[in-house]
């Protein structure tokens, strides 16, 4: 009996319905995956010149990480070859659906019960960023989410706030408690003396309307670090 040899295509095809990332997904669950299967399921195809499987994979090779890839810009991805918008669309609506789950649960939770989901927050929004920008996040009175904006960008080693304006913004939305957070892109956790200048202004501007910094979060690629836990705040 002939058989038909399968071109690399087909046979890469077949692999995808009989064992591929989606049946073992469904069979076994999602933590079963690498990173680059999981990227796969949502890319869905590659190019002409790479399967979706080794498309994946130099992807998230040249972003240096799934991290920095899934925060990077519309712009940043639409610059990469076999990105067109179709696929940069679909990575930019997964950055944003996990940002809008953790703002649901920082809704759901208390911040003092879940100051993880705080930290996990703010690393998601400034984490992987490249030069320095400032966020705050504002609070009602039992602790619960209202709103974050970002309120500050700068360079690649510092980023200047406007107390005046981050006050006017907490009164404007009634919060009565404000965390900050800004990013050191050079990796360093250590606030430098401008932050802790900079968190004791705002505190004092802050605590002339009643309204409380609880903290400070220092985010850099390597982590997060909360300034109230080091007794600055």
């Known amino acids: ?15 995808l319905k009989e064992e591929g990332p ?6 076994y669950g999602t933590s079963t995956l690498s990173d680059v299967e999981l990227l796969a399921l949502i890319l ?20 240096n990480g799934l991290g920095f890839l899934l925060s990077a810009s519309k712009e940043e991805l639409l610059a990469v070859k076999g990105l067109g918008k179709t696929k940069v669309s679909q990575i930019l609506a997964v950055q944003e659906l996990s940002k809008r ?6 809704k759901e939770a208390p911040l003092l019960n879940g100051s993880h989901k705080m930290r ?3 690393a998601n929004q400034l984490g992987h960023k490249k030069i320095e920008h400032c966020i705050m996040i504002l609070l009602d009175h039992q ?31 009634s919060a009565s408690y404000v965390v900050l957070s800004h990013n050191h892109p050079s990796g360093s956790l250590v606030p430098s003396a401008q932050d802790k200048q900079m968190t004791f202004k705002l505190k004092n501007a802050l605590a002339l309307f009643d309204i409380g910094l609880l903290d400070h979060i220092i985010v850099s690629p390597k982590g997060t670090v909360s300034m109230a836990e080091m007794g600055l705040v």
Do not use: W
Not at 6 to 14: H, I, R
Not at 22 to 27: F, G, K, V
């Open 101 to 106: 789950l953790l703002v649901h649960e920082l």
């Open 143 to 173: 602790y619960r989410f209202i709103y974050s904006e970002e309120v500050a960008r700068g360079t690649i080693s510092e980023v200047v706030i406007y107390h005046r304006e981050l006050t006017e913004k907490a009164l404007k939305y």
């Open 120 to 122: 996990l927050f703010c």
């Open 1 to 15: 009996m002939c058989r038909s040899i399968k071109t690399p295509k087909e046979a890469f095809v077949d692999y």
């Open 22 to 27: 989606r049946e073992r997904l469904m069979q």
């Open 44 to 63: 869905r195809t590659g190019y002409k010149e790479k399967n979706v499987l080794n498309f994946s994979f130099e992807l998230i090779k040249q972003f």
